[in-house]
């Protein structure tokens, strides 16, 4: 892959399947923080989605507010693209580090869009004091992921902390737990 059209067809390649592993990651979140179904944004992001996730509920079905099905899709699309990048280079990957760089692969899509939204928070909360229902959805997303950090740590003359400990969990979280399955499955190339 040393010629600049085998880079672009990589980076194609590598664009699209992160924007498809982006929004069914994104649908998971949204099914489990209960975020609002009538939100127009919520209503795209479903229905781009179904069409994906359809077949996967069938093997995976939701059970209350976890999504399986689109988590199962985004696992699928990035072993798909691991294989795909292992025939245009013409290298074997195993089995178990194909799976592994696809699990951690979604992992990671998953904390860092959970970091990314509570920082949007934090943004909106400074600009936004209104409820536009827009922008809810940030809050509604990030909501019940900073209610536990909120109950350890309360707010303190009117600054609510509990964002950077939560951020600090989240890298912390990519940095050991998906830093070592990755270097695992590294250590199986």
Do not use: H
Not at 71 to 99: E, H, K, T
Not at 127 to 134: F, T
């Amino acid at each position: 892959m040393g010629s600049p059209v085998d880079q672009a067809g990589l980076f194609l390649l590598q664009f699209i399947a992160g924007l498809v592993i982006f929004v069914l990651v994104l649908r998971f979140l949204i099914r489990a923080t209960y975020t609002d179904w009538r939100n127009p944004i919520v209503m795209f992001i479903a229905k781009v989605t179904n069409p994906v996730c359809k077949p996967f509920a069938i093997l995976l079905p939701s059970r209350g507010r976890w999504d399986y099905a689109a988590l199962g899709a985004a696992f699928s699309v990035q072993v798909i693209f691991i294989l795909l990048v292992s025939w245009l280079s013409a290298r074997d990957f195993g089995l178990a580090f194909i799976l592994l760089s696809a699990l951690t692969e979604v992992f990671n899509v998953l904390l860092d869009m959970l970091f990314w939204l509570i920082i949007i928070q934090i943004i909106l909360s400074w600009i936004d004091q209104g409820r536009n229902p827009n922008l809810d959805i940030f809050r509604q997303l990030t909501a019940p992921i900073l209610a536990p950090f909120q109950r350890l740590i309360p707010p303190m003359g009117g600054f609510d902390l509990s964002p950077i400990v939560a951020i600090l969990v989240i890298k912390l979280s990519q940095i050991l737990i998906v830093g070592s399955i990755a270097q695992l499955a590294q250590s199986m190339v």
